[in-house]
Protein backbone atom coordinates (compact mmCIF):
# COMPACT_ATOMS: atom_id res chain seq x y z
CA UNK A 1 0.00 0.00 0.00
CA UNK A 2 2.27 2.80 -1.22
CA UNK A 3 -0.03 5.70 -0.83
CA UNK A 4 -0.55 4.74 2.61
CA UNK A 5 3.05 4.37 3.47
CA UNK A 6 3.62 8.08 2.01
CA UNK A 7 0.65 9.21 4.17
CA UNK A 8 2.25 8.34 6.99
CA UNK A 9 5.47 10.21 6.03
CA UNK A 10 3.73 13.17 5.50
CA UNK A 11 1.78 13.49 8.44
CA UNK A 12 4.41 12.27 10.62
CA UNK A 13 6.68 14.75 8.82
CA UNK A 14 3.81 17.72 9.41
CA UNK A 15 3.53 16.59 13.37
CA UNK A 16 7.17 16.57 13.46
CA UNK A 17 7.45 20.29 12.58
CA UNK A 18 4.86 21.38 14.94
CA UNK A 19 6.08 19.69 17.78
CA UNK A 20 9.51 21.05 17.46
CA UNK A 21 7.95 24.32 15.92
CA UNK A 22 5.29 24.05 19.55
CA UNK A 23 7.60 25.91 22.31
CA UNK A 24 8.53 28.77 20.37
CA UNK A 25 4.69 29.89 18.97
CA UNK A 26 3.19 28.82 22.12
CA UNK A 27 3.27 30.31 26.03
CA UNK A 28 5.10 28.31 28.75
CA UNK A 29 1.61 27.53 30.07
CA UNK A 30 0.89 25.62 27.04
CA UNK A 31 4.29 24.02 26.24
CA UNK A 32 3.57 22.65 29.96
CA UNK A 33 0.11 21.07 28.98
CA UNK A 34 2.16 19.40 25.95
CA UNK A 35 4.54 18.08 28.00
CA UNK A 36 1.84 16.26 29.99
CA UNK A 37 -0.05 15.26 26.70
CA UNK A 38 3.27 13.56 25.72
CA UNK A 39 4.05 11.80 29.11
CA UNK A 40 -0.09 10.59 29.19
CA UNK A 41 0.64 9.78 25.35
CA UNK A 42 3.31 7.27 26.11
CA UNK A 43 1.23 5.98 29.11
CA UNK A 44 -1.68 5.80 26.66
CA UNK A 45 0.46 3.51 24.27
CA UNK A 46 2.43 1.35 26.83
CA UNK A 47 -0.91 0.24 28.13
CA UNK A 48 -2.54 -0.35 24.45
CA UNK A 49 0.33 -2.13 23.92
CA UNK A 50 -1.20 -4.66 26.05
CA UNK A 51 -4.91 -3.84 25.65
CA UNK A 52 -4.83 -3.43 21.31
CA UNK A 53 -2.13 -5.95 20.83
CA UNK A 54 -2.68 -8.74 23.20
CA UNK A 55 -6.37 -8.17 24.58
CA UNK A 56 -5.34 -7.25 28.08
CA UNK A 57 -7.72 -4.53 30.01
CA UNK A 58 -5.24 -3.49 32.95
CA UNK A 59 -7.02 -1.02 34.95
CA UNK A 60 -4.00 -0.63 37.15
CA UNK A 61 -1.39 1.03 35.21
CA UNK A 62 -1.27 3.71 37.43
CA UNK A 63 0.87 1.38 39.68
CA UNK A 64 3.31 1.32 37.43
CA UNK A 65 3.31 5.19 36.49
CA UNK A 66 3.23 5.45 40.23
CA UNK A 67 6.03 2.96 41.07
CA UNK A 68 8.53 5.17 38.80
CA UNK A 69 7.30 8.36 39.71
CA UNK A 70 8.45 7.60 43.48
CA UNK A 71 11.38 5.74 42.21
CA UNK A 72 12.61 8.83 40.72
CA UNK A 73 11.82 11.17 43.04
CA UNK A 74 13.34 8.79 46.03
CA UNK A 75 16.70 8.33 44.06
CA UNK A 76 16.91 12.17 43.15
CA UNK A 77 16.01 13.26 46.93
CA UNK A 78 17.14 10.25 49.29
CA UNK A 79 20.73 9.34 47.35
CA UNK A 80 23.37 10.96 46.00
CA UNK A 81 22.29 9.83 42.41
CA UNK A 82 22.17 13.30 40.33
CA UNK A 83 22.49 11.72 37.01
CA UNK A 84 19.06 11.90 35.93
CA UNK A 85 19.78 9.32 32.75
CA UNK A 86 20.37 6.41 34.91
CA UNK A 87 17.57 7.40 37.02
CA UNK A 88 15.65 6.90 33.71
CA UNK A 89 16.54 3.34 33.47
CA UNK A 90 16.25 2.21 37.05
CA UNK A 91 12.94 3.75 37.73
CA UNK A 92 10.98 1.66 34.67
CA UNK A 93 12.84 -1.42 35.41
CA UNK A 94 11.44 -0.79 39.16
CA UNK A 95 7.87 -0.67 37.10
CA UNK A 96 8.77 -3.61 35.52
CA UNK A 97 9.68 -5.53 38.27
CA UNK A 98 5.81 -4.77 39.64
CA UNK A 99 4.21 -5.96 36.22
CA UNK A 100 6.54 -9.14 36.65
CA UNK A 101 5.02 -9.78 40.23
CA UNK A 102 1.44 -8.89 39.14
CA UNK A 103 1.94 -10.84 35.85
CA UNK A 104 2.25 -13.69 37.61
CA UNK A 105 -1.26 -13.43 39.18
CA UNK A 106 -2.94 -12.08 36.67
CA UNK A 107 -1.62 -13.72 33.02
CA UNK A 108 -4.02 -16.41 33.36
CA UNK A 109 -7.44 -14.25 33.95
CA UNK A 110 -8.73 -13.04 30.93
CA UNK A 111 -11.43 -9.46 30.44
CA UNK A 112 -13.22 -8.35 33.42
CA UNK A 113 -11.35 -10.42 35.74
CA UNK A 114 -8.11 -9.02 34.74
CA UNK A 115 -9.10 -5.73 35.04
CA UNK A 116 -10.84 -6.13 38.40
CA UNK A 117 -7.22 -7.60 40.09
CA UNK A 118 -5.33 -5.07 38.08
CA UNK A 119 -7.05 -2.85 39.82
CA UNK A 120 -7.34 -4.08 43.16
CA UNK A 121 -3.44 -4.44 42.91
CA UNK A 122 -3.22 -0.41 42.07
CA UNK A 123 -5.31 0.79 44.80
CA UNK A 124 -3.04 -1.75 47.42
CA UNK A 125 0.28 0.13 46.09
CA UNK A 126 -1.86 3.63 47.19
CA UNK A 127 -2.53 2.07 50.96
CA UNK A 128 1.00 1.14 51.14
CA UNK A 129 2.07 4.89 49.25
CA UNK A 130 -0.33 6.56 51.98
CA UNK A 131 1.12 4.45 54.88
CA UNK A 132 4.93 4.46 53.89
CA UNK A 133 5.55 7.93 54.91
CA UNK A 134 9.10 7.29 55.72
CA UNK A 135 9.97 6.26 52.37
CA UNK A 136 7.09 8.02 50.50
CA UNK A 137 6.44 10.89 52.42
CA UNK A 138 2.89 9.81 52.63
CA UNK A 139 -0.22 11.69 51.96
CA UNK A 140 1.72 15.08 50.66
CA UNK A 141 4.07 12.56 48.66
CA UNK A 142 7.67 13.94 47.85
CA UNK A 143 7.92 17.27 46.56
CA UNK A 144 10.96 19.42 45.68
CA UNK A 145 12.40 17.38 43.32
CA UNK A 146 15.54 19.76 41.61
CA UNK A 147 16.66 18.34 38.14
CA UNK A 148 19.81 20.38 37.51
CA UNK A 149 21.05 21.07 34.28
CA UNK A 150 19.61 20.80 30.96
CA UNK A 151 16.30 19.69 32.64
CA UNK A 152 15.49 23.44 34.42
CA UNK A 153 13.67 25.17 32.18
CA UNK A 154 9.87 24.60 30.69
CA UNK A 155 11.28 24.04 26.91
CA UNK A 156 14.07 21.89 28.25
CA UNK A 157 11.79 19.48 29.86
CA UNK A 158 9.53 19.84 26.97
CA UNK A 159 12.52 18.50 24.19
CA UNK A 160 13.96 16.23 26.61
CA UNK A 161 10.37 14.28 27.00
CA UNK A 162 9.29 14.58 23.14
CA UNK A 163 12.64 12.80 22.73
CA UNK A 164 11.80 10.03 25.14
CA UNK A 165 8.07 9.89 24.15
CA UNK A 166 9.33 9.16 20.44
CA UNK A 167 12.55 6.89 21.31
CA UNK A 168 9.75 4.71 23.36
CA UNK A 169 6.73 5.04 20.62
CA UNK A 170 9.23 3.76 17.47
CA UNK A 171 10.58 0.87 20.04
CA UNK A 172 6.85 0.25 20.67
CA UNK A 173 6.00 0.27 17.00
CA UNK A 174 9.09 -2.81 16.28
CA UNK A 175 8.00 -4.69 18.97
CA UNK A 176 4.39 -4.40 17.95
CA UNK A 177 5.39 -5.48 14.46
CA UNK A 178 7.84 -8.16 15.58
CA UNK A 179 6.95 -11.44 15.74
CA UNK A 180 5.72 -11.39 19.38
CA UNK A 181 3.48 -8.22 18.46
CA UNK A 182 1.87 -10.86 15.73
CA UNK A 183 1.43 -13.67 18.16
CA UNK A 184 -0.26 -11.40 20.90
CA UNK A 185 -2.62 -9.99 18.22
CA UNK A 186 -3.59 -13.69 17.85
CA UNK A 187 -4.07 -14.78 21.53
CA UNK A 188 -6.06 -11.60 21.77
CA UNK A 189 -7.96 -13.05 18.58
CA UNK A 190 -8.26 -16.45 19.54
CA UNK A 191 -6.53 -17.55 23.07
CA UNK A 192 -7.76 -21.20 22.53
CA UNK A 193 -6.47 -21.51 18.83
CA UNK A 194 -3.58 -19.38 19.84
CA UNK A 195 -2.77 -23.15 22.13
CA UNK A 196 -3.74 -25.10 19.21
CA UNK A 197 -0.90 -23.34 17.36
CA UNK A 198 1.63 -24.21 20.54
CA UNK A 199 1.60 -21.16 21.31
CA UNK A 200 2.46 -20.59 25.87
CA UNK A 201 -0.44 -17.72 25.93
CA UNK A 202 0.20 -17.28 29.57
CA UNK A 203 3.61 -16.62 28.83
CA UNK A 204 3.33 -14.03 26.33
CA UNK A 205 0.61 -12.59 28.26
CA UNK A 206 2.86 -11.88 30.84
CA UNK A 207 5.47 -10.77 29.01
CA UNK A 208 3.51 -8.49 27.21
CA UNK A 209 2.48 -6.91 30.54
CA UNK A 210 6.39 -6.73 31.68
CA UNK A 211 7.08 -4.94 28.64
CA UNK A 212 4.04 -2.73 29.25
CA UNK A 213 4.60 -1.69 32.95
CA UNK A 214 8.51 -0.73 31.75
CA UNK A 215 6.97 1.94 29.34
CA UNK A 216 4.75 3.35 31.38
CA UNK A 217 6.87 3.25 33.94
CA UNK A 218 8.80 5.60 31.71
CA UNK A 219 6.01 8.08 31.44
CA UNK A 220 5.72 7.89 35.37
CA UNK A 221 9.71 8.87 36.02
CA UNK A 222 8.99 11.86 32.85
CA UNK A 223 6.12 12.84 35.19
CA UNK A 224 8.53 13.55 38.06
CA UNK A 225 10.33 16.02 35.91
CA UNK A 226 7.15 17.66 34.85
CA UNK A 227 5.90 18.22 38.56
CA UNK A 228 9.04 18.12 40.76
CA UNK A 229 7.49 15.28 42.52
CA UNK A 230 5.52 12.33 43.15
CA UNK A 231 2.30 11.82 44.99
CA UNK A 232 -0.17 9.13 45.68
CA UNK A 233 -2.69 9.96 43.63
CA UNK A 234 -0.73 8.71 40.78
CA UNK A 235 -1.74 4.61 42.24
CA UNK A 236 -5.11 5.73 42.91
CA UNK A 237 -7.63 3.92 40.36
CA UNK A 238 -8.43 7.00 38.86
CA UNK A 239 -5.12 7.84 37.15
CA UNK A 240 -5.37 4.03 35.30
CA UNK A 241 -8.92 5.50 34.36
CA UNK A 242 -7.73 7.87 33.01
CA UNK A 243 -4.80 5.79 30.98
CA UNK A 244 -7.70 3.27 30.04
CA UNK A 245 -9.74 6.36 28.66
CA UNK A 246 -7.15 8.18 26.30
CA UNK A 247 -6.57 4.35 24.56
CA UNK A 248 -10.56 3.85 23.77
CA UNK A 249 -10.79 7.71 23.01
CA UNK A 250 -7.66 7.45 20.62
CA UNK A 251 -8.64 4.09 19.39
CA UNK A 252 -7.77 0.54 20.67
CA UNK A 253 -6.97 -0.44 17.36
CA UNK A 254 -4.64 2.32 16.54
CA UNK A 255 -1.27 2.61 17.47
CA UNK A 256 -1.28 6.51 17.36
CA UNK A 257 -4.73 6.42 18.99
CA UNK A 258 -3.44 6.94 22.29
CA UNK A 259 -1.57 10.06 20.97
CA UNK A 260 -5.03 11.66 19.75
CA UNK A 261 -6.70 10.55 23.01
CA UNK A 262 -3.81 11.73 25.00
CA UNK A 263 -4.12 15.47 22.85
CA UNK A 264 -7.99 15.83 23.26
CA UNK A 265 -8.29 14.48 26.35
CA UNK A 266 -5.85 16.72 28.20
CA UNK A 267 -6.83 20.01 25.51
CA UNK A 268 -10.54 18.95 26.91
CA UNK A 269 -10.30 19.15 30.40
CA UNK A 270 -8.30 22.46 30.11
CA UNK A 271 -10.43 24.53 28.67
CA UNK A 272 -13.48 23.01 30.11
CA UNK A 273 -12.02 23.64 33.71
CA UNK A 274 -11.58 27.17 32.93
CA UNK A 275 -15.45 26.99 32.62
CA UNK A 276 -16.45 24.79 34.85
CA UNK A 277 -16.00 22.76 37.96
CA UNK A 278 -18.18 20.06 36.32
CA UNK A 279 -15.50 18.43 34.44
CA UNK A 280 -15.97 15.15 36.09
CA UNK A 281 -19.34 15.35 34.44
CA UNK A 282 -18.61 15.85 31.18
CA UNK A 283 -15.84 13.59 31.01
CA UNK A 284 -18.19 10.88 31.89
CA UNK A 285 -20.85 12.10 28.99
CA UNK A 286 -17.89 12.29 26.98
CA UNK A 287 -16.49 8.58 27.68
CA UNK A 288 -20.15 7.08 27.22
CA UNK A 289 -21.09 8.66 23.92
CA UNK A 290 -17.38 6.93 22.76
CA UNK A 291 -17.87 3.39 24.11
CA UNK A 292 -21.74 3.96 22.44
CA UNK A 293 -21.59 5.64 19.40
CA UNK A 294 -17.99 4.95 18.12
CA UNK A 295 -16.40 2.02 19.97
CA UNK A 296 -13.36 2.02 17.85
CA UNK A 297 -12.55 5.38 19.04
CA UNK A 298 -11.74 8.47 16.92
CA UNK A 299 -9.00 7.18 14.72
CA UNK A 300 -11.30 4.63 14.50
CA UNK A 301 -13.58 7.41 13.32
CA UNK A 302 -11.05 8.72 11.00
CA UNK A 303 -10.40 5.21 9.09
CA UNK A 304 -14.43 4.82 8.44
CA UNK A 305 -14.09 8.41 6.94
CA UNK A 306 -11.44 7.71 4.88
CA UNK A 307 -13.42 4.16 3.59
CA UNK A 308 -11.06 1.75 5.52
CA UNK A 309 -12.28 -1.07 7.99
CA UNK A 310 -12.40 0.79 11.61
CA UNK A 311 -11.14 -2.59 13.70
CA UNK A 312 -7.84 -3.77 11.72
CA UNK A 313 -5.12 -2.98 14.41
CA UNK A 314 -2.46 -0.98 11.73
CA UNK A 315 -0.97 2.16 12.39
CA UNK B 1 2.36 -48.28 17.19
CA UNK B 2 2.71 -44.47 15.75
CA UNK B 3 -0.55 -43.31 17.66
CA UNK B 4 -2.26 -45.30 20.43
CA UNK B 5 -5.71 -44.79 22.98
CA UNK B 6 -6.31 -47.44 26.06
CA UNK B 7 -9.35 -47.29 27.55
CA UNK B 8 -9.96 -43.97 27.66
CA UNK B 9 -12.64 -42.38 29.99
CA UNK B 10 -14.38 -38.52 30.13
CA UNK B 11 -17.37 -38.10 32.25
CA UNK B 12 -19.32 -35.19 32.29
CA UNK B 13 -21.50 -35.27 34.95
CA UNK B 14 -23.60 -38.25 34.46
CA UNK B 15 -22.88 -38.39 30.99
CA UNK B 16 -20.41 -41.06 30.37
CA UNK B 17 -18.96 -39.19 27.31
CA UNK B 18 -15.89 -41.70 26.15
CA UNK B 19 -16.65 -45.02 27.83
CA UNK B 20 -13.43 -46.98 27.72
CA UNK B 21 -12.27 -46.20 23.73
CA UNK B 22 -9.13 -48.03 22.71
CA UNK B 23 -7.81 -47.51 19.28
CA UNK B 24 -4.41 -47.44 16.90
CA UNK B 25 -3.69 -45.89 13.83
CA UNK B 26 -0.74 -47.00 11.56
CA UNK B 27 1.53 -44.30 10.70
CA UNK B 28 0.66 -43.03 6.63
CA UNK B 29 -2.87 -44.15 7.41
CA UNK B 30 -5.76 -42.18 6.98
CA UNK B 31 -8.02 -43.08 9.81
CA UNK B 32 -11.43 -42.02 10.21
CA UNK B 33 -13.78 -41.94 13.77
CA UNK B 34 -17.32 -41.99 12.78
CA UNK B 35 -20.61 -42.52 14.79
CA UNK B 36 -23.87 -40.57 14.87
CA UNK B 37 -24.32 -37.02 16.69
CA UNK B 38 -23.47 -36.89 20.22
CA UNK B 39 -21.16 -40.14 20.01
CA UNK B 40 -18.28 -38.24 21.49
CA UNK B 41 -16.03 -37.72 18.42
CA UNK B 42 -15.60 -34.32 19.47
CA UNK B 43 -15.17 -35.19 23.00
CA UNK B 44 -12.46 -37.88 21.81
CA UNK B 45 -10.94 -35.24 19.60
CA UNK B 46 -10.66 -32.83 22.83
CA UNK B 47 -9.29 -35.30 25.16
CA UNK B 48 -6.59 -36.50 22.33
CA UNK B 49 -5.11 -33.35 21.41
CA UNK B 50 -5.08 -31.32 25.33
CA UNK B 51 -8.40 -29.51 25.13
CA UNK B 52 -9.77 -31.57 27.95
CA UNK B 53 -7.80 -33.67 30.51
CA UNK B 54 -9.42 -38.08 30.48
CA UNK B 55 -10.57 -39.36 33.75
CA UNK B 56 -8.82 -42.29 33.03
CA UNK B 57 -6.94 -43.86 30.30
CA UNK B 58 -3.70 -43.55 28.17
CA UNK B 59 -3.19 -41.91 24.93
CA UNK B 60 0.62 -42.66 23.38
CA UNK B 61 1.88 -41.08 20.37
CA UNK B 62 5.27 -42.18 19.08
CA UNK B 63 5.91 -44.02 22.06
CA UNK B 64 5.11 -40.88 24.48
CA UNK B 65 2.45 -40.61 27.19
CA UNK B 66 0.96 -37.65 25.97
CA UNK B 67 -2.32 -38.29 28.41
CA UNK B 68 -3.64 -34.88 30.31
CA UNK B 69 -0.49 -32.70 28.49
CA UNK B 70 -1.96 -29.30 27.61
CA UNK B 71 -2.68 -28.20 23.72
CA UNK B 72 0.41 -26.31 23.42
CA UNK B 73 2.48 -29.49 24.53
CA UNK B 74 0.85 -31.87 22.64
CA UNK B 75 0.74 -29.60 19.59
CA UNK B 76 4.44 -29.06 19.84
CA UNK B 77 5.15 -32.67 19.80
CA UNK B 78 3.75 -33.01 16.63
CA UNK B 79 -0.48 -33.50 16.52
CA UNK B 80 -2.61 -31.05 14.95
CA UNK B 81 -5.83 -30.63 15.22
CA UNK B 82 -8.37 -28.43 12.73
CA UNK B 83 -11.97 -27.66 14.67
CA UNK B 84 -15.34 -28.77 13.25
CA UNK B 85 -16.97 -24.88 14.48
CA UNK B 86 -14.82 -22.89 12.60
CA UNK B 87 -11.90 -21.55 15.05
CA UNK B 88 -9.50 -19.00 12.92
CA UNK B 89 -8.44 -15.44 13.88
CA UNK B 90 -11.46 -13.56 12.45
CA UNK B 91 -9.81 -10.20 12.81
CA UNK B 92 -6.47 -10.86 11.17
CA UNK B 93 -6.18 -11.39 7.73
CA UNK B 94 -5.85 -14.85 6.20
CA UNK B 95 -1.81 -14.15 5.70
CA UNK B 96 -1.63 -12.77 9.01
CA UNK B 97 -3.09 -16.33 10.25
CA UNK B 98 -1.06 -18.85 8.84
CA UNK B 99 1.68 -16.08 9.32
CA UNK B 100 1.33 -16.61 13.11
CA UNK B 101 0.90 -20.52 13.20
CA UNK B 102 4.49 -20.61 11.14
CA UNK B 103 6.13 -18.36 13.51
CA UNK B 104 5.36 -20.28 16.53
CA UNK B 105 6.15 -23.71 14.72
CA UNK B 106 9.56 -22.01 13.98
CA UNK B 107 9.64 -20.85 17.71
CA UNK B 108 10.36 -17.39 16.78
CA UNK B 109 7.10 -16.20 18.75
CA UNK B 110 8.96 -14.46 21.20
CA UNK B 111 11.32 -12.61 18.94
CA UNK B 112 10.97 -9.09 19.68
CA UNK B 113 12.68 -7.44 16.86
CA UNK B 114 12.26 -8.30 13.23
CA UNK B 115 9.79 -7.18 11.12
CA UNK B 116 7.09 -10.65 11.28
CA UNK B 117 5.64 -9.79 7.65
CA UNK B 118 9.19 -10.32 6.19
CA UNK B 119 10.25 -13.40 7.50
CA UNK B 120 8.94 -16.79 6.08
CA UNK B 121 7.17 -15.45 3.68
CA UNK B 122 8.27 -17.90 1.14
CA UNK B 123 7.18 -20.86 3.25
CA UNK B 124 3.63 -18.86 3.98
CA UNK B 125 2.96 -18.32 0.13
CA UNK B 126 3.65 -21.70 -0.21
CA UNK B 127 1.11 -22.76 2.35
CA UNK B 128 -1.61 -20.54 1.15
CA UNK B 129 -1.17 -21.82 -2.52
CA UNK B 130 -1.53 -25.20 -1.14
CA UNK B 131 -5.00 -24.68 0.65
CA UNK B 132 -5.73 -22.39 -2.35
CA UNK B 133 -5.98 -19.05 -0.06
CA UNK B 134 -3.63 -17.40 -2.22
CA UNK B 135 -6.00 -14.67 -3.75
CA UNK B 136 -7.57 -13.90 -0.35
CA UNK B 137 -4.38 -13.70 1.42
CA UNK B 138 -5.01 -10.03 2.48
CA UNK B 139 -9.14 -10.35 3.39
CA UNK B 140 -9.99 -10.63 7.08
CA UNK B 141 -10.22 -14.56 8.28
CA UNK B 142 -13.62 -13.46 9.69
CA UNK B 143 -14.89 -12.09 6.17
CA UNK B 144 -14.38 -15.04 4.29
CA UNK B 145 -16.81 -17.68 2.71
CA UNK B 146 -17.63 -20.73 5.02
CA UNK B 147 -15.52 -23.00 2.77
CA UNK B 148 -12.60 -20.60 2.52
CA UNK B 149 -12.71 -20.48 6.55
CA UNK B 150 -12.70 -24.07 6.58
CA UNK B 151 -9.80 -24.14 4.08
CA UNK B 152 -7.81 -21.62 6.00
CA UNK B 153 -8.85 -24.14 9.30
CA UNK B 154 -6.88 -26.93 7.74
CA UNK B 155 -4.42 -24.33 6.89
CA UNK B 156 -3.71 -23.44 10.00
CA UNK B 157 -3.21 -27.12 11.31
CA UNK B 158 -1.00 -27.59 8.72
CA UNK B 159 1.41 -24.86 9.41
CA UNK B 160 2.46 -26.62 12.26
CA UNK B 161 3.98 -29.69 10.14
CA UNK B 162 2.36 -32.38 12.33
CA UNK B 163 3.30 -35.55 11.86
CA UNK B 164 -0.81 -36.41 12.78
CA UNK B 165 -3.44 -34.61 11.45
CA UNK B 166 -6.74 -34.79 13.27
CA UNK B 167 -9.23 -32.76 10.97
CA UNK B 168 -12.79 -32.72 12.90
CA UNK B 169 -15.62 -32.28 10.53
CA UNK B 170 -13.40 -30.76 7.69
CA UNK B 171 -16.67 -30.46 5.11
CA UNK B 172 -18.97 -29.98 7.41
CA UNK B 173 -21.66 -26.93 6.36
CA UNK B 174 -20.45 -27.13 2.81
CA UNK B 175 -22.21 -28.10 -0.81
CA UNK B 176 -21.52 -30.85 -2.84
CA UNK B 177 -18.67 -29.11 -4.94
CA UNK B 178 -17.48 -27.05 -2.23
CA UNK B 179 -17.11 -31.07 -0.54
CA UNK B 180 -15.49 -32.38 -3.66
CA UNK B 181 -12.75 -29.54 -3.52
CA UNK B 182 -11.84 -29.31 -0.54
CA UNK B 183 -11.30 -33.34 -0.23
CA UNK B 184 -9.53 -32.96 -3.00
CA UNK B 185 -7.20 -30.44 -1.99
CA UNK B 186 -6.76 -32.38 1.38
CA UNK B 187 -5.68 -35.44 -0.43
CA UNK B 188 -2.94 -33.80 -2.51
CA UNK B 189 -1.83 -32.20 1.08
CA UNK B 190 -1.77 -35.55 2.83
CA UNK B 191 0.46 -36.91 -0.44
CA UNK B 192 2.99 -33.72 -0.56
CA UNK B 193 3.27 -34.10 3.40
CA UNK B 194 2.90 -37.76 3.95
CA UNK B 195 1.60 -36.99 7.82
CA UNK B 196 -1.11 -39.71 9.14
CA UNK B 197 -4.43 -38.50 9.56
CA UNK B 198 -7.02 -38.59 12.09
CA UNK B 199 -10.42 -37.92 10.22
CA UNK B 200 -13.83 -37.01 12.02
CA UNK B 201 -16.73 -36.74 9.32
CA UNK B 202 -20.48 -37.29 9.48
CA UNK B 203 -20.52 -37.68 5.23
CA UNK B 204 -20.16 -41.27 4.78
CA UNK B 205 -19.49 -40.60 1.09
CA UNK B 206 -16.19 -38.71 2.32
CA UNK B 207 -15.01 -41.57 4.57
CA UNK B 208 -15.56 -44.47 2.07
CA UNK B 209 -13.20 -42.33 -0.73
CA UNK B 210 -10.09 -41.86 1.45
CA UNK B 211 -10.45 -44.24 4.67
CA UNK B 212 -7.56 -46.75 4.96
CA UNK B 213 -8.94 -47.58 8.39
CA UNK B 214 -12.06 -46.82 10.39
CA UNK B 215 -13.20 -47.05 14.09
CA UNK B 216 -17.36 -46.65 14.66
CA UNK B 217 -18.16 -44.73 17.72
CA UNK B 218 -21.38 -44.63 19.66
CA UNK B 219 -22.60 -43.42 22.73
CA UNK B 220 -19.12 -43.12 24.04
CA UNK B 221 -17.45 -46.49 22.87
CA UNK B 222 -15.94 -48.17 19.90
CA UNK B 223 -18.40 -50.52 18.41
CA UNK B 224 -17.02 -51.37 15.44
CA UNK B 225 -13.44 -51.67 13.52
CA UNK B 226 -11.52 -52.58 10.26
CA UNK B 227 -11.27 -51.44 7.05
CA UNK B 228 -14.11 -49.96 4.45
CA UNK B 229 -15.28 -53.11 2.45
CA UNK B 230 -15.68 -54.44 6.87
CA UNK B 231 -16.96 -51.71 8.21
CA UNK B 232 -19.56 -51.53 5.09
CA UNK B 233 -20.59 -55.40 5.76
CA UNK B 234 -20.52 -55.07 9.57
CA UNK B 235 -23.86 -55.58 10.90
CA UNK B 236 -23.92 -53.38 13.88
CA UNK B 237 -23.07 -50.43 11.89
CA UNK B 238 -25.21 -50.71 9.64
CA UNK B 239 -28.07 -50.77 12.10
CA UNK B 240 -26.50 -48.56 14.41
CA UNK B 241 -25.22 -45.48 11.73
CA UNK B 242 -26.18 -46.61 8.10
CA UNK B 243 -29.62 -46.93 8.79
CA UNK B 244 -29.72 -50.57 7.96
CA UNK B 245 -28.39 -50.33 4.46
CA UNK B 246 -24.50 -50.52 2.78
Redesign the interface.
Known amino acids: MPGRGKFIWVSSGVAAVILIALPFVLSRFWVGIFTEILIMALAGMSLNFLLGYAGCLSFGHGAFFATAAYTTAILMTKTGLSQYLIVLLLAPIMAALLGAIIGVLVSRLYAFYYAIMTCAFTMVLWSVIRRWRDMTGGDSGIVGVKFRGLLEGTNDVYFFTLAIVVVCAVILW??G???????L??IR??P??????????VK?RY?ALIVSSFFCGVAGSLHVIYTFGAFPELAFWTKSGDIVTICILGGINSFFGPIIGSMVLILLETFITSYTLYWPFILGVIICAVVLLMPQGIMGLARVFSGK?P???SS | MFFEVVNLQKSFGGLKATNNVSLHIKQGDICSLIGPNGAGKTTFFNLITGHIKPDAGQVLFQGEDITGKPAMAITRKGIARSFQIVNIFPQLTVYENIMVAVLSQKRRSFNFLHPAKKIETGEIDRLLESIGLTRQKNMLGGQLSHGNQKRLEVGIALAMKPKLLALDEPTSGMAVEEKAAILETIKSLIRATGCTVLLCEHDMSVIFEVSDYIWVLHNGAIVANGTIEEIKNNEVVQRVYLGGRA
Do not use: Q
Open positions: VINSPFGWTRAENVRSSFTSIDVHLKEEM
